[in-house]
């Protein structure tokens, strides 16, 4: 799978488009084991025996980003690169527990060669293709799975797709309509590789699937849930605040502006992280500032969608143009990556006001 050829339909799409997260439906395992875990508090408690192995494994947090299985030095890479066994973290070790080899996971029900409305998560901007791939006949969903495992070429290719909901939150989304494979039946893996076009930044998910003539059907989540033999409903719209992550109070005399900031990926000497910016008064803005403080020497190295000023351990971010006009109840997220020197990135608390 050196070379990737195209697939069964293009989308195109010349406008700006949005992209950061997993596939929704048919969902990832990150993404249905937060449906699963979600608790009425906010917490995560995972029901599903592999959500809850996984969260054992790799922490809750892993849960509430779950939109974040991405390696920012992909560049479109694939065989080689993401190792054998490390396909459904993408070779990223914050997720290593979502590469565990079980018939437990989460199931969408699917009719193979039935045509299936796809929905992926737009949680920040980017341009970018999507590529659907499932595994061959015969697969083996208690053996971890290979590049082997899979079909060499997608089954489906969908660049810039249309979207809907609201960006930077968990219900906002792509949609677009596709054929599932042929000729498939019984258990299996459908692979999402998500390549940016604006950088080297790609992301990654495994969606558990059967092929028994359902219609988008999910089980195996939710309370009581003991594996894929409870039925659930479909993955609904759930809340725009990601759990376990809420906005930062406002300091006296702002205007309303929130911030929230939230770590996204971890590797040694590096991280990515996001900031998700929310008009939380009852006017509108025309423009935001925020800004925090790092304890561990962390540094910046590029950012989009905001204007950046770091001197030392001091950071500030402002809107740029397309993001700054903000209603109430509206957010903006942007999302750098930067470097930072030993094992602890604490996560700071950013303030913001309006501008």
Same mark, same amino acid.
């Given at each position: 799978?050196?070379?990737?050829?195209?697939? &069964?339909?293009?989308?195109?799409?010349?406008?700006?488009?949005?992209?950061?997260?997993?596939?929704?439906?048919?969902?990832?395992?990150?993404?249905?084991?937060?449906?699963?875990?979600?608790?009425?508090?906010?917490?995560?408690?995972?029901?599903?025996?592999?959500?809850?192995?996984?969260?054992?494994?790799?922490?809750?947090?892993?849960?509430?980003?779950?939109?974040?299985?991405?390696?920012?030095? @992909?560049?479109?890479?694939?065989?080689?690169?993401?190792?054998?066994?490390?396909?459904?973290?993408?070779?990223?070790?914050?997720?290593?527990?979502?590469?565990?080899?079980?018939?437990?996971?989460?199931?969408?029900?699917?009719?193979?060669?039935?045509?299936?409305?796809?929905?992926?998560?737009?949680?920040?901007?980017?341009?970018?293709?999507?590529?659907?791939?499932?595994?061959?006949?015969?697969?083996?969903?208690?053996?971890?799975?290979?590049?082997?495992?899979?079909?060499?070429?997608?089954?489906?290719? &969908?660049?810039?797709?249309?979207?809907?909901? @609201?960006?930077?939150?968990?219900?906002?989304?792509?949609?677009?309509?596709?054929?599932?494979?042929?000729?498939?039946?019984?258990?299996?893996?459908?692979?999402?590789?998500? &390549?940016?076009?604006?950088?080297?930044?790609?992301?990654?998910?495994?969606?558990?699937?059967?092929?028994?003539?359902?219609?988008?059907?999910?089980?195996?989540?939710?309370?009581?849930?003991?594996?894929?033999?409870?039925?659930?409903?479909?993955?609904?719209?759930?809340?725009?605040?990601?759990?376990?992550?809420?906005?930062?109070?406002?300091?006296?005399?702002?205007?309303?502006?929130?911030?929230?900031?939230?770590?996204?990926?971890?590797?040694?000497?590096?991280?990515?992280?996001?900031?998700?910016?929310?008009?939380?008064?009852?006017?509108?803005?025309?423009?935001?500032?925020?800004?925090?403080?790092?304890?561990?020497?962390?540094?910046?190295?590029?950012?989009?969608?905001?204007?950046?000023?770091?001197?030392?351990?001091?950071?500030?971010?402002?809107?740029?143009?397309?993001?700054?006009?903000? @209603?109430?109840?509206?957010? @903006?997220?942007?999302?750098?990556?930067?470097?930072?020197?030993?094992?602890?990135?604490?996560?700071?608390?950013?303030?913001?006001?309006?501008?």
């Amino acid at each position: 799978m050196a070379a990737l050829t195209a697939g &069964v339909i293009t989308v195109v799409n010349p406008a700006p488009v949005a992209a950061h997260g997993a596939a929704m439906a048919p969902g990832s395992r990150t993404f249905l084991c937060w449906k699963d875990g979600l608790s009425p508090q906010g917490n995560i408690q995972p029901n599903n025996p592999a959500c809850a192995a996984a969260v054992a494994q790799s922490g809750a947090n892993t849960l509430y980003n779950w939109f974040s299985v991405l390696r920012s030095d @992909a560049g479109g890479r694939t065989t080689g690169f993401v190792p054998d066994g490390q396909l459904c973290s993408g070779g990223n070790s914050t997720f290593s527990g979502f590469n565990l080899a079980r018939n437990d996971w989460p199931l969408t029900h699917l009719t193979a060669g039935g045509n299936f409305n796809f929905k992926y998560s737009n949680w920040a901007h980017h341009p970018g293709t999507f590529y659907f791939y499932v595994t061959r006949d015969g697969f083996n969903p208690s053996s971890p799975l290979a590049w082997s495992s899979l079909e060499a070429t997608p089954f489906l290719t &969908v660049t810039n797709p249309p979207q809907q909901g @609201a960006v930077g939150s968990n219900e906002g989304h792509y949609y677009f309509s596709g054929r599932l494979p042929t000729g498939k039946s019984g258990r299996h893996i459908i692979y999402s590789r998500w &390549v940016r076009s604006d950088s080297q930044e790609n992301f990654f998910g495994c969606s558990d699937v059967v092929f028994d003539g359902g219609n988008g059907e999910v089980t195996g989540v939710g309370p009581g849930s003991g594996g894929p033999g409870t039925p659930t409903t479909p993955p609904g719209n759930p809340p725009t605040t990601p759990p376990g992550n809420p906005p930062t109070t406002p300091p006296a005399g702002t205007s309303g502006c929130t911030a929230t900031y939230r770590l996204t990926g971890n590797w040694s000497g590096g991280f990515q992280a996001e900031v998700t910016v929310r008009n939380s008064g009852t006017s509108a803005l025309s423009g935001w500032s925020t800004g925090w403080t790092y304890a561990n020497g962390q540094t910046i190295g590029s950012l989009w969608n905001g204007q950046l000023s770091q001197s030392g351990s001091s950071v500030t971010v402002r809107n740029v143009a397309h993001n700054g006009s903000l @209603a109430p109840g509206a957010s @903006a997220t942007f999302g750098f990556v930067g470097s930072v020197s030993g094992s602890t990135n604490a996560v700071p608390t950013p303030t913001c006001s309006s501008a």
